[in-house]
């Protein structure tokens, strides 16, 4: 009798010791009316016309009772795709949409996801032609009665949607100039199970859908010194897919991680070369934090990217800043060996008077030191930026947009910074 | 399939739910003699070698030309049980095992990776019936990548792992015997387990 009662207590415990996470972007391409649209063609004050804050009618008790809507875009090579999206103040939702037009009326497909914890599904959404895409589409771009409604529907998973949401608009998008949002490790973490792997090529084309405006990304270097995005020292499995390759990043040249080593979406681990290219062609990011891992290594061959990419952003009209991070003392050694350090963009997380005292313009305090609007005055008066680093939890992001002072906000959920950055009044 | 965690719990169970006694005082028994007979303690050296095969797919998706894997591979296994006279044991744990190795199959862009460990293990056992036993360990296993493309690397790291195992001892004389064991194995950087088949050989190193 014992032994079957042990029997049936290890089988409980057997079948319900391991549960895996994951949220897979659900397959939104079965919308009959979708599909035989008509692209968009819209210009870029037709996009603007729909962005702003937006009281949601239905659906408010998963997303909440207000959101930010926003325009994004990639560029691959002669394709420009653009993102319609949705930041919501509940739940760390959001909807990532792209548009049509049929009949009049502008169509977004797409899907919806909520950050704290894996839910998701299909999210099929319409401005109908009298509830302002009439006007949006004439190309009005400021129109007096803004009165814009966006309804649909959305489901949960694979099902096809069938809970209501609509939204009215209210007013225009917050707009302090200049605040950045910052995106965490290229956009995301592999650990909030994003479509696409931390710190790669096909993370920082996604940042800005979003809600990020520019990223840090992760570096060190290979045995043969290219330096590469990622973030741990080692090759392991919460960043790669099995390959056998395990140990320290700078063992492996770049040609031997090229050809074993995949990301754990699938990528390879890309160079910072690639990374600067994807930004300043790709994307509208218009800042890049160059988080140096290796603190002690020399920072020669990211100086020179940052020269040429900084070149080829001024020759191509862009406006992209790209900063060295120097973290600690060593990295701070480092960055004052090089020859022509004074004219080289940082930003420093020691302190205000080490950020002053290289000439870097931007300071970088941890939020752990909470909200230091006396340094940040003192920043500020020495025309340093004061750059927060890393906030993920909904209040506190809150609570340093409307106490702090800071320049920009560095968080691995850019979506709600984004929702209480332009919710802001 | 199975994860990990729930064959380490039906290995658990099988344990749990065999027979309850052990037929200590065959004095022909070299391994298990201790057990119920009070102030009988043993150094127990259990030293193995077989195969093991890992089980899971391996290798980096995106490749477009695929790759050879191997699966079989020679293992070893070196183990120091302290029997005292009760029916659980502690222990230590090592030996060496292949894990996978394979190579890309494009005859223009040769390389190969062969993944290996070397387990640091804490040991616990049982003698779950005259001849077979029981065990189950807790540590490390010491990884090493060989990887052979655009040179040679050798790279180690450490990860957490768990074994069980089970084996059958047959006695050749009052100290040594021969047996085979089957054993599962994890180190969690390896994401997936393998199982190893081994010819063993006992020796009863101390007595007091």
Redesign the interface.
């Known amino acids: 009798m014992r032994s079957y009662l042990i029997i049936l207590i290890m089988l409980v415990l057997a079948s319900s010791c391991k549960k895996e996470y994951s949220a897979p972007v659900p397959d939104f391409n079965n919308w009959p009316e979708f599909n035989s649209g008509s692209p968009l063609h819209f210009s870029a004050s037709q996009y603007r016309t729909m962005e702003g804050v937006y009281d949601i009618t239905a659906g408010n008790t998963i997303f909440g009772e207000t959101v930010a809507v926003k325009w994004s875009y990639v560029n691959t090579g002669t394709d420009t795709t653009f993102h319609f999206s949705i930041f919501c103040g509940k739940n760390i939702a959001y909807f990532i949409c792209e548009g049509k037009k049929s009949n009049g009326d502008l169509l977004l497909n797409g899907y919806w996801r909520k950050m704290d914890g894996v839910e998701t599904g299909i999210a099929r959404l319409t401005i109908k032609a009298a509830q302002g895409a009439g006007f949006i589409s004439s190309g009005q771009s400021n129109p007096t009665a803004k009165a814009i409604t966006i309804t649909g529907v959305f489901g949960t998973g694979q099902a096809l949607p069938t809970s209501s949401f609509s939204c009215t608009y209210n007013r225009p998008l917050f707009q302090k100039t200049p605040f950045l949002i910052l995106a965490n490790r290229g956009g995301g973490r592999n650990s909030d199970l994003l479509p696409v792997s931390e710190n790669s090529v096909a993370m920082l084309r996604k940042t800005a859908e979003m809600g990020g405006q520019g990223v840090e990304i992760d570096i060190r270097y290979t045995k043969d010194g290219v330096p590469v995005l990622y973030h741990d020292a080692t090759i392991n499995l919460r960043e790669t897919q099995k390959s056998g390759l395990l140990g320290p990043v700078e063992n492996y040249t770049y040609a031997q991680l090229s050809a074993f080593v995949r990301l754990i979406h699938g990528e390879k681990i890309p160079t910072v070369k690639e990374a600067l290219d994807a930004v300043l062609y790709q994307t509208d990011l218009s800042f890049v934090w160059l988080d140096n891992k290796v603190t002690d290594a020399p920072q020669v061959s990211l100086r020179a990217l940052q020269k040429e990419y900084l070149a080829k952003a001024a020759a191509a009209g862009r406006h992209l800043e790209i900063v060295l991070g120097i973290p600690v003392e060593p990295a701070k050694q480092q960055f004052l060996a090089l020859p022509d350090h004074a004219d080289a963009p940082s930003i420093c997380e020691i302190s205000v008077d080490e950020a002053a005292g290289i000439n870097a313009a931007n300071w970088a305090p941890r939020f752990t030191l909470g909200i230091v609007n006396d340094d940040v005055a003192k920043a500020h008066n020495e025309g340093i930026r004061a750059f927060v680093w890393t906030i993920d939890v909904p209040e506190l992001v809150q609570q340093y947009l409307k106490e702090g002072h800071f320049d920009s906000i560095l968080s691995d959920y850019p979506s709600i910074v984004a929702y209480y950055y332009y919710v802001q009044q | 399939m199975f994860?990990n965690?729930?064959i380490a719990?039906?290995f658990?169970?099988i344990v749990?739910?065999a027979p309850g006694r052990v037929h200590a005082q065959d004095a022909k028994d070299t391994i298990n003699d201790n057990v119920k007979v009070k102030g009988n303690y043993f150094v127990v050296l259990y030293a193995g070698g077989g195969l093991f095969s890992y089980l899971?797919?391996?290798?980096?998706?995106?490749n477009a030309t695929g790759i050879d894997i191997t699966r079989l591979h020679p293992t070893g296994t070196f183990r120091l049980m302290w029997h005292p006279d009760h029916r659980l044991r502690l222990g230590i744990e090592s030996g060496f095992q292949e894990l996978?190795?394979?190579r890309?199959k494009d005859p223009a862009?040769k390389?190969k990776?062969?993944?290996s460990a070397i387990p640091l293990m804490v040991d616990w056992s049982m003698a779950v019936t005259k001849r077979i036993n029981v065990f189950a360990g807790i540590g490390a296993y010491l990884?090493t990548?060989r990887?052979d493309?655009?040179?040679k690397?050798y790279?180690?790291?450490l990860?957490l792992g768990f074994s069980a195992a089970v084996n059958y001892v047959q006695p050749i004389t009052r100290r040594t015997g021969i047996g085979v064991e089957i054993k599962w194995a994890d180190a969690?950087?390896?994401?997936?387990f393998g199982v190893s088949g081994e010819i063993l050989w006992v020796w009863k190193m101390l007595k007091w």
Do not use: E, F, W
């Not at chain 2, 899971?56 to 995106?62: E, F, L, R, T």
């Not at chain 2, 969690?188 to 997936?192: E, L, V, W, Y």
């Open positions: 994860s965690k729930k719990i039906l658990c169970l749990l739910a899971a797919s391996v290798g980096p998706s995106g996978y190795a394979y890309l862009d390389g990776v062969l993944l990884l990548t990887l493309y655009n040179g690397v790279s180690n790291y990860s969690t950087q390896t994401r997936d």
